[in-house]
């Protein structure tokens, strides 16, 4: 009899099964698995041996309530305050913390030369008028007398090299300016808490497509100085928005001049065509002032007058207190006053020493 299951009754040894509680009677081999529930037999063990010769015990439990997981065993703790028994080798390390990621900057490399590629630009600019008077003083020699063949050599090279340079140094800082108008406006778009409309794509295709670039630049910094004025009214700066219209002024200008210089080229005649040095001589001259407008308005918008220090910004108020004379008035009479008396003494002792340091000089003369 096993748990009520028929077994052998001639057998007094059975086997307990761990999952349901049924003993199955040994049968010559041991089983491992339950018939019933397929759970683990335990070893067989007499139905009637005492509980310290069986290999397991019995645990009440209310009915429908599982046994939880088996905890493990913990040894008795140790009243001894705890310590290394030798110097621990592990630390806690300071991370550094994670830097934020950096917007995206496509012309950083132009953007962080912008002041020097301005610079340059308008150097190069200056050599090339320099250049374009001297060819223009061999045209005025050239009218009387023969020219060496060396000296017009040097005067085409001279102009040759400084216009190339100079048209190269233009394209590089146009570039860097396009990449710090976008940097510029992204910055101010967000301050304001709002998103710039215009891609770099755009950007850069209506700065430098020709005639479009006439405009468009400074229709875009007139947007930014706007919503930059819009964002913080207290700080707005109208100094900023005249800036802006004095460079896109010069810029239209310097624009026009470069047109009608490269009608210059096509003339026929050699008058017409010293006209045309001439005028490429003030082209040249204009294109290095917009090159230093354009590095005065950059540092304009960075707060820094044109040598880079920050500006100094002076507001003029209304005084409403009466004028308090800085000198006191001469009050001619007995009635005037002890500091007045005291002050007319002392113009007296002055007067008088003059008078006789006058008198000493005429008697050294004598």
Same mark, same amino acid.
């Given at each position: 009899? /096993? ?7 001639? @057998? ?15 049968q ?20 009637d041996?005492?509980a310290?010769r069986? /290999? ?10 599982? +046994?939880?997981?088996?905890?493990p065993?913990?040894?008795? +703790?140790?009243? !001894? ?12 390390l300071?991370?550094?913390p994670? !830097? ?41 020699? $050239? ?10 050599w040097? +005067? ?20 860097? %300016? &396009? ?17 710039? @409309? ?6 850069? %295709? ?6 479009? /670039? ?7 910094? %007139?947007?930014?100085?706007r ?6 009214? !207290? $700080? ?16 239209i200008? /310097? ?7 490269? %009608? ?19 082209? $040249?001259?204009?294109? #290095?002032?917009?090159?230093?407008? @354009? ?23 209304? #005084?409403?207190?009466?004028?308090? +004379?800085?000198?006191?008035? &001469?009050?001619?009479?007995?009635? &005037?006053? !002890?500091?007045?008396? @005291? ?9 008088g ?14």
């Open positions: 009899m /096993n748990g009520g299951h028929v077994a052998d009754s001639r @057998s007094a040894v059975v086997q307990p099964c761990a999952r349901c509680g049924a003993r199955w009677a040994v010559g081999k041991p089983l491992h698995w339950c018939p019933r529930c397929h759970g683990v037999l335990l070893s067989p063990a007499p139905v041996a005492p310290n069986r /290999n397991y015990r019995w645990v009440a439990r209310p009915p429908g309530r599982k +046994s939880g997981p088996a905890q065993h913990r040894p008795a +703790s140790s009243r !001894e305050t705890p310590h290394y028994r030798q110097i621990p080798r592990w630390g806690l300071d991370r550094p994670l !830097e934020s990621s950096a917007p995206r900057r496509p012309l950083a490399r132009f953007t962080d030369r912008l002041s020097t590629l301005l610079i340059a630009t308008a150097i190069a600019f200056g050599v090339a008028a320099l250049a374009e008077l001297g060819r223009y003083g061999v045209l005025l020699r $050239n009218r009387t007398r023969l020219i060496p063949p060396w000296l017009l040097i +005067s085409d090279a001279a102009v040759t090299v400084s216009a190339v340079v100079a048209l190269v140094l233009a394209l590089c800082a146009a570039i860097a %300016l &396009v990449g710090w108008l976008a940097e510029t406006r992204r910055a101010v778009f967000a301050s304001a808490g709002r998103e710039d @409309s215009r891609s770099l794509m755009v950007l850069v %295709l209506l700065c430098v497509y020709p005639v479009l /670039n006439l405009v468009w630049p400074g229709v875009f910094l %007139l947007e930014t100085v919503v930059r004025n819009a964002a913080d009214p !207290e $700080n707005a700066d109208p100094r900023l928005l005249r800036a802006v219209r004095i460079w896109w002024a010069a810029w200008l /310097n624009g026009v001049m470069v047109a009608v210089s490269l %009608l210059y080229r096509f003339a026929s005649t050699l008058q017409v065509q010293a006209d045309g040095v001439l005028f490429t001589l003030w082209t $040249n001259l204009v294109a #290095a002032g917009v090159a230093i407008a @354009s590095l005065g308005l950059v540092r304009a918008f960075a707060g820094l007058d044109l040598r880079g220090r920050p500006k100094r910004l002076s507001r003029w108020v209304i #005084a409403t207190t009466p004028v308090r +004379s800085v000198i006191e008035p &001469v009050r001619p009479g007995g009635g &005037v006053a !002890e500091p007045a008396a @005291s002050t007319e003494r002392a113009l007296a002792v002055a007067v020493d003059d008078e006789a340091q006058a008198q000493q000089q005429e008697v050294v003369a004598k």
